[in-house]
Structure formats: C-alpha cells, structure tokens
C-alpha cells in the first residue's frame, strides 16, 4: 500500500514577544507563578488587525508548499485546524484556498482543539493511502490573543495560550518504508465543558466550572446566540478546569504512544523524538518520564511559544526539523490531548 510522507513543513509565529512579566500589565500574575505551573517563559501575540489566523497560515503553508518541492497550484486538497478562525464561517480553509490562488479544490475545516493537527493529518493520510489526492496542505494556526480574558478573571488561561501556525505537504511516499506508519484518534464527550468556550452557542446556557448555572431563555428571540449577559458573564472566553484537564492528559498522551507502537510491533527504545501537543511543559515532562524517554528524545518549545493548541504540533515538528533533530529514516511520534476531551498519535519514519 502506498503511505504518504510529509513533503515540506513550515511554520510562523508573530514578531512580537511578549513576556510573563509583560503580562503584569494586564492581570495580577508573576513570571514565577507561570514558569513553575507551566514551564511558560513568553509567547507571541499576533499584530491585532493586520494578522490573523488566515494571514499566519499563509505564512506557513508558503515555505512547506516551498520545502515539498511544489507551488500552490500543485494543492489539490486543504485541510485547516483551528478554534479560532477568522469568521464563525465558513472555515479558514476556503480564505487559504482564495489567497494563495489554488485551483477550486476542496478545503475542510477540523474543530478538534489540541488535536486538530493530528485529527487533520490523519484524514490527510487516508486521502493519499487511498489514492485520491497526491498534494495535501494540512494546517494548524491560532490567534489566541484576539478571544482570551487578560483581566485577572481570566489569568488561569490567557497566560498558558499564544499566537502562531504551522503547516505541512502531505505526498504518496516513494520510499516502501517511509512515511505515517499509523495514526490513533480518540474522545471522550464526558468532559466537554471542562475546557471550552460556551458562547457563542445554540444551547441557551450559562455555564461555570464545567456546571450549567442558570439558562437565557428570558433573552429575546433571536439575541440568545450572543447576548451581553452572556459577555458580562465571560462566556465569550475559554473556560478551564486545569487540574481536571493535567490528570487525563498525563494518562491518556502515553496510553495513546503506546497505542501506536503496540500497532507497529515498535517500543519507546524504537522512539528518535518525542513530539508532544505543547499544552504545558509539567504534562510534556510526566508524559516523557512515563514512557521513560531521555531528555534528548523528547522536543519542547512551549518555553518560548506557550500553547499554540492546533498549531503546537507543526510548529515543534518545523523547529525540531530546522535544527537538525529529525533525520531521513528516524522513527517520529507525535501525540496530543485537549478539548473534547480528544487525543491522539501519529507514528512517522521519515
Ligand atoms: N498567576 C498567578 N496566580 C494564578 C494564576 C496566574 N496566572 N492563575 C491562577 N492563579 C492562582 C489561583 O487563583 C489560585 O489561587 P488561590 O489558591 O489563592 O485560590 C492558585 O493560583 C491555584 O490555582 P489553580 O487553578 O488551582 O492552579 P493549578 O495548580 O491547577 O495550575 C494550571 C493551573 C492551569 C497551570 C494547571 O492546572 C494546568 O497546567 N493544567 C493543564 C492545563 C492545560 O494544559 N491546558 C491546555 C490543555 S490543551
């Protein structure tokens, strides 16, 4: 059966840094709080209004069409993960699709948070096993800064979250023993308000911690998809039970490398680099001492990106690529946990 290889990777992060201590401006925080919880030094906000989350795609998804030895016209499918695009809709995919001058070909949009890049590399892959594309751009990009609550109220979240894209070409391996090995998808809807952004919705409630407290069915007809109790309540901003969300992450990021070794008749010692979902440096590094893999073998970047959610992934991979740290025939895992609760993995020989 053919595999597919990934051809080219990118990435883009916005020029402007901004630091822990940055972030006092805004909310009652410290640069000790934040590095001790999450390993989190600074992250890139994106320029509020000529960047978004299209525009940083873009950026990406130009140098890996670069790298795969093609050009845009060559694409003939567009997968892009994000939870926050540039419209409510449609999706990122088609305004790619537009920019970049691409033929009329068809672009998905992927809402699996954290997972959103493997969730899209994974339905890329089943296009090239399966013959029926042979240029796929996968994408995962964020502009967490636009939707994030920098008031007090909203510091357990908005320091762990930062800006940025990454993207690569996905093409029919040549080599019988290169490329995606396997790829593993999992959820569990039990926890879905545990890490979410309730509003906009259609469910009419106002929820907190996890818990619907109380419901708008005394707002008009036709303002309760958005209302200003609804602002006034912070449902327009990511809600978190960070504990909750570290204890499944730690159990279920090894459970599923662990899932796509057994699949492959592989062990961790099979394992060249680690590349886990950056959701917070304390998760990479319970995750790493679970399976027992030397520092060396596990790449992290959040110290200077934070949380990037779907685009963490291709990120790390485009940094861990250009510094040397993955080479032909090297065996690549990736793994990530997030909203969903999903996670996943993705085996790669390069
Ligand atoms: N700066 C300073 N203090 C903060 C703070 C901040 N940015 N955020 C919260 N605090 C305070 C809280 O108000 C609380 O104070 P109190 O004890 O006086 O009430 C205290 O710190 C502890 O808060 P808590 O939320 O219990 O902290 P925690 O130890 O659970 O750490 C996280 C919070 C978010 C860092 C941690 O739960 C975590 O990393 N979870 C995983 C989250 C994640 O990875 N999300 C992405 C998923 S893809």
């Known amino acids: 059966m053919i595999r597919s290889k990934i051809a080219g990777v990118g990435m883009y992060v916005p020029k402007d840094v901004y630091t822990n201590n940055d972030l006092t401006r805004y909310m009652d925080t410290n640069d000790e709080w934040i590095q001790e919880r999450t390993g989190i030094k600074e992250r890139r906000y994106a320029k509020r209004l000529e960047e978004t989350t299209t525009t940083m795609a873009i950026e990406a998804a130009t140098i890996a069409i670069e790298r795969a030895g093609i050009t845009p016209q060559d694409i003939d499918f567009i997968i892009f993960a994000t939870l926050s695009p540039d419209y409510y809709f449609p999706g990122c995919g088609v305004l790619v699709q537009r920019e970049m001058k691409m033929k009329e070909v068809g672009a998905l949009d992927i809402r699996n948070q954290c997972s959103g890049f493997l969730y899209a590399l994974s339905v890329a892959d089943q296009f090239i096993k399966g013959g029926m594309y042979k240029n796929i ?31 690569v070409v996905l093409q029919p391996a040549s080599k019988h023993e290169q490329g995606i090995l396997s790829t593993h998808l999992h959820s569990d809807g039990e926890h879905a308000e545990v890490l979410a952004m309730y509003n906009p919705g259609t469910h009419g409630n106002h929820w907190a911690n996890g818990q619907a407290v109380a419901n708008f069915d005394d707002v008009e007809m036709g303002q309760a998809f958005m209302s200003h109790d609804m602002i006034d309540m912070a449902q327009n901003f990511p809600n978190m039970d960070g504990q909750t969300v570290f204890k499944k992450a730690v159990v279920k990021m090894p459970e599923v490398v662990m899932e796509a070794l057994n699949a492959n008749s592989l062990t961790t010692s099979d394992i060249d680099l680690l590349i886990p979902h950056q959701a917070n440096l304390r998760i990479s590094q319970m995750v790493q001492k679970i399976l027992r893999l030397p520092d060396e073998k596990v790449f992290n970047n959040i110290q200077k990106y934070g949380n990037t959610t779907a685009a963490s992934i291709p990120i790390a991979l485009c940094e861990a690529w250009e510094q040397g740290k993955i080479k032909e025939g090297n065996l690549i895992c990736l793994t990530s946990f997030g909203s969903g609760f999903t996670w996943a993995s993705a085996l790669i020989r390069w």
């Open 137 to 167: 751009l996968v994408i995962g990009s964020e502009k967490h800064s636009f939707g994030l609550d920098f008031s007090t109220r909203g510091r357990n979240i908005s320091v762990i979250f930062g800006d940025g894209a990454g993207a």
